[in-house]
């Protein structure tokens, strides 16, 4: 007997199978062109937080879900052997201006409240922050003490180990069609909405990303010139990324990421000369309220949908995976408003 059936095997898919699979449920997992196959199977890997101020669902929901990742890659690598790359290890941002200076000292004080304690956003020097804090205009950054890095493929592939240790299946031909139904099949499923509608639902933004050899221990991510510097576990750095709403060839790189390098190597002057092993490109989903799309599937009664995860797929993971659990196995619904299909429809 199958009691949930996940059609999609991304992070949101992969996730939710994972903790409907904790709680006892029988589950399969079905996507065509297996686990990680799509923007989930990308490079950067940052699960930062939205800023500290004008405080809503989304942003408590993320910062629930933030604080919920050390436990919940903890108990899949453990459950599968296999490291998802995570660490809170928190991230460094350059302060560009006097105005920028004033806003981050003002949202180091709501983050005292809002976040609880829990974690810290501070200013300090370069010099206080150390040897890795890439140069600043103002000779401050913002120090926060949320955000984590993941491998995003090697977090599939844990999740994928883990599922299997738990007797659960990713296979890409079978019956989807038994137990309850959720639909984490990003871009094929936004794609669907849009056609049903005759109108944008949510859309694919391209993104392009870099991955280089240097290891640079355990140090904090950058986030500097609009760019995401992501120093990973298993020696590499990640780069990354644009986003692209005209493309012609979603898995293409090109000009847009040579800049993108060229910005990270400017920011850090360290990363001058290091190899590039890899260029990606793949196309994030997006729904039009730009937040994750959670809920009762608007075109299949009875069946559910988890998609539009864009860029903050892993940090939400967590989370959403505990409220499509509850929802599936439990006819319990915590989702935010702004979440549910019809914010976007």
């Known amino acids: 007997?199958?009691?949930?059936?996940?059609?999609?095997?991304?992070?949101?898919?992969?996730?939710?199978?994972?903790?409907?699979?904790?709680?006892?449920?029988?589950?399969?997992?079905?996507?065509?062109?297996?686990?990680?196959?799509?923007?989930?199977?990308?490079?950067?890997?940052?699960?930062?937080?939205?800023?500290?101020?004008?405080?809503?669902?989304?942003?408590?929901?993320?910062?629930?879900?933030?604080?919920?990742?050390?436990?919940?890659?903890?108990?899949?690598?453990?459950?599968?052997?296999?490291?998802?790359?995570?660490?809170?290890?928190?991230?460094?941002?350059?302060?560009?201006?006097?105005?920028?200076?004033?806003?981050?000292?003002?949202?180091?004080?709501?983050?005292?409240?809002?976040?609880?304690?829990?974690?810290?956003?501070?200013?300090?020097?370069?010099?206080?922050?150390?040897?890795?804090?890439?140069?600043?205009?103002?000779?401050?950054?913002?120090?926060?003490?949320?955000?984590?890095?993941?491998?995003?493929?090697?977090?599939?592939?844990?999740?994928?180990?883990?599922?299997?240790?738990?007797?659960?299946?990713?296979?890409?031909?079978?019956?989807?069609?038994?137990?309850?139904?959720?639909?984490?099949?990003?871009?094929?499923?936004?794609?669907?909405?849009?056609?049903?509608?005759?109108?944008?639902?949510?859309n694919g933004v391209k993104g392009q990303a870099a991955l280089l050899r240097f290891d640079a221990g355990e140090v904090p991510q950058l986030f500097a010139d609009t760019v995401h510097i992501v120093p990973h576990a298993d020696g590499t750095l990640a780069i990354g990324s644009t986003s692209e709403r005209d493309y012609d060839d979603p898995t293409s790189t090109d000009e847009s990421l040579d800049d993108v390098i060229d910005r990270a190597t400017r920011a850090l002057p360290l990363l001058h000369g290091a190899e590039v092993i890899e260029r990606w490109a793949g196309v994030r989903p997006r729904s039009k309220s730009r937040a994750p799309m959670l809920g009762a599937h608007p075109l299949h009664h009875g069946q559910f949908i988890a998609n539009g995860g864009f860029k903050i797929g892993f940090g939400m993971a967590p989370k959403i995976a505990e409220v499509m659990a509850d929802l599936m196995l439990e006819d319990r619904d915590t989702i935010p408003d702004e979440f549910r299909p019809e914010a976007s429809l």
């Open 1 to 202: 007997m199958v009691d949930v059936t996940v059609r999609g095997a991304g992070i949101f898919g992969l996730s939710i199978a994972w903790i409907c699979a904790r709680r006892g449920a029988n589950v399969q997992v079905v996507d065509p062109f297996g686990p990680g196959a799509g923007s989930s199977g990308g490079l950067v890997g940052s699960l930062a937080p939205h800023v500290p101020e004008n405080w809503n669902a989304k942003k408590a929901f993320q910062f629930d879900s933030l604080i919920m990742a050390e436990p919940f890659w903890r108990q899949v690598e453990y459950t599968g052997g296999v490291s998802p790359g995570y660490g809170r290890l928190g991230r460094l941002q350059p302060i560009p201006d006097a105005r920028g200076l004033e806003l981050a000292r003002q949202r180091a004080g709501t983050a005292d409240e809002l976040w609880q304690g829990r974690a810290e956003w501070r200013v300090v020097t370069t010099a206080q922050a150390g040897s890795w804090c890439p140069p600043s205009p103002t000779g401050f950054v913002i120090r926060d003490t949320l955000t984590a890095r993941i491998h995003p493929r090697r977090a599939c592939a844990a999740l994928v180990a883990a599922l299997e240790v738990m007797g659960v299946q990713v296979v890409r031909d079978g019956d989807d069609n038994k137990g309850q139904i959720v639909h984490a099949t990003g871009i094929a499923g936004l794609q669907e909405l849009n056609t049903a509608y005759g109108k944008t639902i949510g």
